[in-house]
């Protein structure tokens, strides 16, 4: 049984597309968090949440405690942003971390 | 301000041995935890320190340790190294537990033959 549910796991696009890539969470929660990751390994923390919707840049994260869901959108897709996005919470009570599996993007030009 | 540092950044080590991965957060950062990740498991917690307590720590055995230093530097180390610890071990720092973003350093690749 996994805590955080991720999908899709893989997605393609077309540049400039607008993408988004949904996360579900079985366990309370104190935040919520977005990373992303390149092809070498390096993981860049794009957002933490614990309530309502933050923007940055073509990225918006959202949340919705009530129904233990977040989504990640990506507007005016760009190949750069071809990377592996996970989505990660940390519990309640703060001594643990759930990571969800990961959604591939490709951004094809 | 520097990032987030590890080494060493490749690693190669035999079942049975033991291993010292290090990690230097960013100036200022008194946070760090440590995650492994696998292509079978994903992301996973490892533990966090915090001004040199251990705060938290995921599910994983006892072979698995950690420290931390007075300067937040922090030390995590594997003993009797078994082929399923072959995994990319990240650290993160961030500037207090539960602060609004962690840095991740760029990993440290072990590979157990």
């Known amino acids: 049984k996994n805590e955080v549910e991720q999908s899709p796991q893989n997605l393609t696009a077309q540049e400039g597309e607008f993408i988004t890539i949904n996360c579900s969470y079985s366990v309370g929660i104190s935040a919520l968090h977005w990373l992303q990751q390149h092809p070498g390994g390096g993981i860049v923390s794009l957002f933490m949440?614990?309530?309502g919707k933050k923007k940055h840049g073509r990225l918006i994260a959202t949340i919705n405690i009530q129904e233990k869901h977040s989504s990640l959108h990506i507007t005016a897709s760009h190949p750069r942003d071809s990377a592996v996005y996970i989505c990660?919470?940390?519990?309640?009570?703060?001594?643990?971390?759930?990571f969800g599996t990961g959604t591939s993007l490709t951004v094809i030009p | 301000k520097a990032g987030v540092t590890q080494t060493p950044r490749y690693l190669i080590k035999t079942r049975g041995q033991q291993v010292t991965l290090s990690c230097s957060p960013i100036s200022g950062h008194r946070s760090v935890s440590w995650y492994q990740q696998t292509p079978g498991q994903g992301l996973q917690f490892l533990f966090e320190y915090f001004s040199e307590t251990q705060r938290n720590k995921g599910n994983f055995p006892g072979r698995f340790s950690g420290r931390q230093f007075s300067n937040s530097r922090s030390e995590m180390n594997v003993s009797t190294l078994e082929l399923g610890d072959s995994a990319l071990y990240l650290c993160?720092?961030?500037?207090?537990?539960?602060?609004?973003?962690?840095?991740f350093g760029p990993g440290t690749r072990l590979l157990v033959l």
């Open positions: 949440l614990s309530s």
């Open positions: 990660a919470v940390r519990s309640g009570t703060g001594n643990q971390f759930y």
């Open positions: 993160a720092s961030r500037n207090q537990p539960g602060g609004e973003t962690q840095y």
